[in-house]
Structure formats: C-alpha cells, structure tokens
C-alpha cells in the first residue's frame, strides 16, 4: 500500500522556467510533509516543509504548497536552474512520530 | 548544517559474507537513527528504527536476524547484513534525528551494497 505517492517518474523543465512537482498521499493522520532532493550516489538532503496547519510555505526559490482536502502537495521552484536537476522525494509523517514514509521519486531534469 | 556520515560508500562481496555499515552523526547526538533500503527507481523504504541504547523497531516483512542494527552511542549506528545474498544487493541509507526536534532527518550518503 503506497500512502504517498508521485506519479510522474520524470519532469523536463527549461532552465529560467517554473518546476512543479506533485505529491498524494492517502493516510489522513499524516500531518507534516517535507521535499528532499538527491543527487545519485548520494544520500537525500532536505530542501523544505511543510506542516498541516499551513497551506504553504516558502524559502527562496521552493515553495510548498499542500491541499490537505485533496490530500495533495506540490513543490514549485522558479526560476528552475540546471542544478535542480536531480530525483526529488516528498515524504509525510506523523509529527513526533519522527517516521518518514517517501513518495517513490520525480526525476527532474532542466534543460539549459 | 548537520552532517552525517555513512561508511563503506560501496560493497562488493561474496555471497554468505557478513558486511557491516557504519552511520554516524557527526555535529549532533543522534537519539534515533533510521535505516533505509532503496531499489532502483522505487522509493526509500523504512527498514528499522534505532534508538540509542535499545533495541531497534522493525518494520514489518524485515528480519531482524538478516539485519542487525546495533546504536551504542549518541553518534553512531551500525547495520550488519548477514550471511548476505545476491537480493540483499541494494542500496542502503541511515538518517539521523534528535527526539523530540522539529528539526528534518538528516541523512547520509548511502552504501551501495553489491552481493555476487
């Protein structure tokens, strides 16, 4: 049973351009959401997160944006730069509970 | 920021080997570690929970005989794959956090395990 889920294996984006990707999760408990960003051969680092009480948060360039009656989020990055290129996970937990369940992925690739 | 450390990098070995993993934080104390498996192209998925100084939580469908996860200290947690086969071949990762933080995971930069 995949409680969170991301169902576009890959996105191309123009470099200057807008990223989105997406993220659905099943499991209502779920009360906080993060975005990491990995690079191969390398372990996830945390890029931003999010939690239930908010429909949005920002940082820069990455913003979260989650539609708990959907159960939904997406992580928009503007402009979109070459070194985003990468796989990024979202991931949901129980705040406190400290336990990650991960989407399976989005490769994000942008093209100069 | 926070760092952590994982080791070796990459593992290839013979089938029935015994290989040990090493994660270790290395700013912070560590109350609980995380290990995680990942296939290619799927997700990461939780293997264990460690917390410092007690037996590791593990998640369903993983044996605890075939994984062994000791956390000694604060800053370091070790998993040991036993008797290792061709399908344990994969890449495993360990994260670290401090109970009660709202601080994210932090995690380290995996361990990509090769069984021939």
């Known amino acids: 049973d995949q409680q969170v889920k991301q169902n576009s294996p890959s996105l191309s984006v123009q470099e200057g351009r807008i990223s989105i990707l997406n993220c659905d999760y099943t499991n209502s408990m779920f009360d906080y959401f993060l975005w990491y960003k990995k690079y191969p051969a390398e372990g996830p680092t945390f890029l931003i997160s999010?939690?239930?009480?908010?429909d949005k948060n920002e940082d820069g360039r990455f913003t979260v944006f989650l539609n708990k009656s959907a159960k939904h989020l997406s992580l928009h990055i503007v402009p979109s730069q070459p070194g985003d290129s990468a796989v990024y996970f979202c991931?949901?937990?129980?705040?406190?509970?400290?336990?990650?369940?991960f989407g399976q992925g989005t490769r994000l690739t942008i093209n100069p | 920021g926070a760092v952590v450390s994982q080791h070796p990098s990459r593992v290839i070995c013979k089938s029935g080997t015994s290989v040990k993993i090493e994660c270790r934080s290395l700013?912070?104390?560590?109350?609980?570690m995380f290990w995680y498996r990942q296939f290619p192209k799927q997700s990461l998925m939780l293997m264990a929970t460690?917390?410092?100084?007690?037996?590791?939580?593990?998640e369903q469908g993983v044996e605890k005989d075939k994984f062994l996860i000791n956390h000694a200290s604060l800053t370091l947690s070790t998993l040991t794959v036993t008797s290792a086969h061709p399908e344990d071949s994969s890449f495993y990762i360990c994260?670290?956090?401090?109970?009660?933080?709202?601080?994210?995971?932090?995690f380290g930069d995996g361990t990509r395990l090769s069984i021939l």
């Open positions: 994260s670290a956090a401090y109970v009660n933080s709202n601080q994210p995971q932090h």
């Open positions: 460690s917390n410092e100084g007690s037996k590791a939580t593990y």
């Open positions: 700013d912070f104390q560590a109350t609980t």
């Open positions: 991931a949901a937990s129980v705040r406190g509970a400290q336990k990650l369940v």
């Open positions: 999010i939690s239930s009480i908010k």
